[in-house]
């Protein structure tokens, strides 16, 4: 094995898919010092960070998707002790330059390190709010299926044959789930040719509604089962919340569901936002400047993590709804000849300035004395 040069400086790139990661290496001055593939086990990353170590001082490695493919990787990086750098893939117009291949990439990703137009800090995913988010994703998957679910039924109601369509056109909710449960198919015998007859089947479906009956009761046990899947991720999600974060749950209009959104979209690690501003900047609340001549204005932006901004604005909503300060803040904006739309955005930008600051109160580092006490 080579023996590192100590008085070499180098940046690391890496080129992250899920089996194999691409790493490249360059020197100070941006010089190509070599690249090479690793397997995306701990195997794999332990030789890319020795292979890493062999071409000198490793002062930082930009990865892509550190959030994704790259997170394990990101994550034995930082546990020795080198700093990490989230790198965004390269732009369309530099792709049409450059060209396209994990090499280019992985050398792409090392420059942007290098000059700092990459200096984003990756989320550490170690601690409460990295189990909030994985539960969160479940919980996200059972609500999407149950709306869904509730869609084909209601569907499948305004379509079934009159008889059926009468009984159930005007139940709803729990009393309608009830009787689509309840529904028994009438059946007629098995031909004894058919390989269902082998399987012991029920008898055949014997009409529309007894098809239609079929499938509504079907329906109706998959909500009701996504309902409990929905209802156990809660208890498991309301103590972690909870003990996270007090401040920001105190904020008027934020429940458990904004709380975990915005929690997840910040990390465990909160101080890799430096300022309210890219924290309002991530979550698409920033102001967009969008001036011309004569015309002073600002316009929305549409980027940034859109599940937080849809927090932010169902906070904006609930205390337009009830606060009195945001409707008298409201109603004075209008006397300024303010839209609507603009109204949201500043207070959506006011919110978030608050989350930020609830947030890190939430999430500060314990400092080592208090760890120690509570240890003992």
């Known amino acids: 094995m080579t023996e590192p040069n100590a008085d070499v400086q180098v940046v690391g790139g890496v ?32 030789a890319l960070l020795e292979w890493l170590g062999q071409h000198g ?6 990865v892509e998707g550190t959030g994704m493919y790259g997170a394990g990787l990101t994550r034995v990086l930082q546990a020795a002790g080198i700093w990490v750098v989230e790198v965004d893939r390269p732009d369309r117009k530099a792709r049409r330059f450059q060209g396209k291949s994990d090499p280019i990439d992985a050398y792409a990703a090392a420059r942007a390190a290098l000059s700092g137009r990459a200096s984003g800090t990756p989320k550490t995913r170690t601690g409460t709010v990295e ?3 994985q539960l969160r994703v479940a919980r996200a998957g059972a609500v999407k299926a149950k709306t869904i679910a509730w869609n084909e039924l ?6 079934a044959p009159d008889p059926l369509r009468q009984q159930l056109r ?22 004894h040719h058919s390989p269902f007859a082998k399987r012991r089947r029920p008898g055949v479906l014997v009409d529309p509604t007894a098809a239609c009956k079929r499938a ?18 809660d208890d498991d999600l309301r103590p972690l919340i909870e003990q996270t974060a007090p401040t920001l749950l105190a904020m008027y209009g934020v429940g458990l569901d904004v709380a975990g959104q915005l929690l997840a979209t910040v990390g465990d690690n909160p101080d890799r936002l430096r300022t309210e501003a ?31 901004n849809h927090a932010l604005w169902r906070i904006a909503m609930t205390r337009l709804r009830y606060d009195q300060r ?5 109603d004075r904006r209008a006397a300024q000849q303010k839209t609507n739309k603009d109204i949201m955005r500043c207070l959506k930008r006011y919110i978030a300035r608050e989350v930020y600051d609830a947030i890190l109160t939430d999430l500060a580092p314990t400092p080592p004395t208090e760890n120690l006490v509570r240890a003992a």
């Open 326 to 330: 945001t409707k008298a803040y409201r």
């Open 15 to 46: 080129d992250t898919h899920a089996e194999v990661h691409l790493a490249a290496v360059i020197d100070q001055v941006g010089r190509e010092l070599g690249h090479a593939a690793f397997p995306t086990t701990p195997d794999g990353y332990a």
């Open 216 to 233: 509504l009761s079907v329906l109706a046990r998959r909500i009701r089962t996504l309902e409990a899947e929905i209802a156990d991720l």
């Open 154 to 159: 209601k569907a499948l109601i305004k379509t």
């Open 278 to 308: 890219a924290f309002a900047h991530l979550c698409g609340v920033a102001p967009i400047p969008a001036s011309s001549g004569k015309t002073n204005r600002h316009r929305l932006n549409r980027g940034g993590d859109r599940g937080a």
């Open 57 to 62: 001082q490793v002062l930082l490695v930009g």
């Open 170 to 191: 005007a139940m709803d909710g729990a009393a309608l789930l009830d009787r689509c449960v309840g529904l028994r198919a009438a059946r007629g015998p098995v031909p």
């Open 131 to 133: 189990m909030i988010r």
